[in-house]
Structure formats: structure tokens, C-alpha cells
């Protein structure tokens, strides 16, 4: 989604200028003890990780922004130091200052990024539940795709909501999309072996998930199952005929 990159940009433009120039990382640390951090692209959910460092330090940030607009008397510490840091930075510095000060003067960044990170989280902890490999894993996972699934479509569609923010149906879109590829028929196989998984998973998480053809009239269930059940006869396919019509009779009778 555009308003969320834009965020995302945004912020990775005001962690650099920090972790860029000791002053300013020393001026912020006058009242935040914890630096800005911004992992590599290569880190484990390194946008959330980056997102939640500037989130941390939003009280501090928006008493930085405000100094120039706060009489001298009453300004504190870290305001009187950020106004001299102000006017001794060069002409170049001086601008990308201001461009980092729009950025934190802005009471909708600091909305619009608690918003993002509400929507990011969830992928974060689904992803770390399946960092490791566990018993019974693999079963969990379709189940987990669509709780998520279900998570990020109600964020996304309130997020929006509050801020007025256009795009909801491209970003749901998205979001399908992204999980129709993470849902690989082997986990799908999995999840029909386990009872458990299905019972959490409603019917009403499936709703307008699979993009089934006009010639296959079926529920999402049944095309869900008819995927696992073309996957099952996939790995079978080696196997005499009489042993893979069992497996597939019983894969069936499994479900009922």
C-alpha cells in the first residue's frame, strides 16, 4: 500500500539522519536512553524492527520538533541543545534537517506509523511461531495463514477507516495474494490431516480466499480439499495402484 511505504520511507529517513550524525544521536539521548536502530534488509522483519525503534522515541522526537516553536524560557534541555545544533549545522545538513523536522512535526506520521506497525505485527508473530521447527508444525500453518489472513484485512480496513485513507480494496488484494502463494499445497495436505487445525479454522476466514474457476462450482472447503487431495495424489503417484486408491479413499473418509 502507497501510505504505507510512504511511512516506512519516512521513518527510515529519520532513523539515518540520527544514526548519521553523533550530535543529534547525543541530543536525543539527553532524555531517550535507547538508540534508533535500523536493522539490515537482511534481519528477521527488519521494517517492524525499525518502525517499533522510532515508535519507542515518538515523545522525545515531537518535543525535538517543537523547539524552534517553543519560547526560549520554557524550552528544555534537549530543545535548547537541538536549537544550537540547528544553527551550527551546515547549509547542506541544514536542509536535510528540515526535510527530518517536517517529518517529525507531523502528527499524521506518528498516527499513520503506530498504523502500520498494528498491521505488521501480526506477520511478525506468525513468522517467529514458525521460526523453529516444531511437532506438528506443518499442520498449524494453513490454519495460522488464515487467522492472519483475518487480522490483516480487519486492520487494514480500519486503519483506513480512521485515517481516511483510500486503497483498501487494492491492499486486501495484496494481502491474498501474498498468502494464496504462502499456501502451498503440502501445507494444506498437512492441515486435513489435522483435526485439530480445522476445527479453528471458521468458514467464514475462507470466504473469497481461492480464485476458483467458473467450471468448478464449489464451496471454498471443497476446493481447499480438492487441492490437498490432487497434492496427496501427487506424492502417491509412484505407488502400485491398489496401495494409492487406499491412501485416497482413506485421505477421504479422513475428512468426513
Not at 539521548?29 to 535507547?34: G, I, Q, V
Not at 518535543?63 to 537541538?82: F, G, H, N, P
Not at 523536522?101 to 502528527?107: C, L
Not at 502463494?181 to 470466504?207: G, I, M, R, S
Request: aromatic share 10%; hydrophobic share 45%.
Amino acid at each position: 500500500n502507497i501510505w504505507m511505504t510512504d511511512v516506512l520511507i519516512d521513518a527510515i529517513k529519520v532513523i539515518k539522519f540520527f544514526k548519521n550524525r553523533s550530535r543529534a544521536r547525543e541530543i536525543l539521548k539527553l532524555e531517550h536512553p535507547y538508540q534508533l536502530t535500523l536493522p539490515p534488509q537482511t534481519r528477521f522483519c527488519y521494517s517492524l524492527l525499525s518502525l517499533q525503534s522510532l515508535s519507542a522515541a515518538t515523545v522525545h522526537l515531537k518535543t525535538i520538533a517543537c523547539a524552534d516553536l517553543t519560547s526560549e524560557e520554557s524550552r528544555t534541555t534537549i530543545q535548547v541543545e537541538w536549537i544550537n545544533f540547528q544553527n551550527q549545522s551546515s547549509a547542506g545538513d541544514r536542509r536535510k534537517l528540515e526535510r527530518v523536522q517536517n517529518i517529525i512535526r507531523s502528527q499524521t506520521f506518528y498516527l499513520r506509523l503506530e498504523s502500520v506497525i498494528k498491521i505488521l505485527l501480526p506477520i511478525y508473530l506468525l513468522l517467529r511461531l514458525f521460526d523453529r521447527s516444531a511437532p506438528g508444525t506443518c499442520g498449524w500453518v494453513f490454519c495460522a495463514l488464515m487467522q492472519l489472513r483475518k487480522v490483516l484485512r480487519d486492520s487494514i480496513q480500519e486503519e483506513c477507516l480512521n485515517h481516511h485513507l483510500p486503497g483498501v480494496d487494492a491492499s486486501l488484494k495484496v494481502v491474498d495474494e501474498r498468502i494464496r502463494y504462502l499456501a502451498q499445497p503440502p501445507f494444506l495436505l498437512a492441515f486435513f490431516f489435522n483435526p485439530c487445525a480445522v476445527l479453528e479454522t471458521k468458514a467464514e476466514q475462507l470466504q473469497q480466499f481461492w480464485v476458483i474457476p467458473e467450471s468448478q462450482p464449489m464451496s471454498q472447503a471443497q476446493y481447499a480439499i480438492q487441492i490437498a487431495s490432487q497434492c496427496l495424489a501427487d506424492i502417491v503417484a509412484h505407488c502400485p495402484v491398489h496401495h494409492r486408491l487406499r491412501l485416497e479413499q482413506e485421505f477421504a473418509a479422513f475428512q468426513i
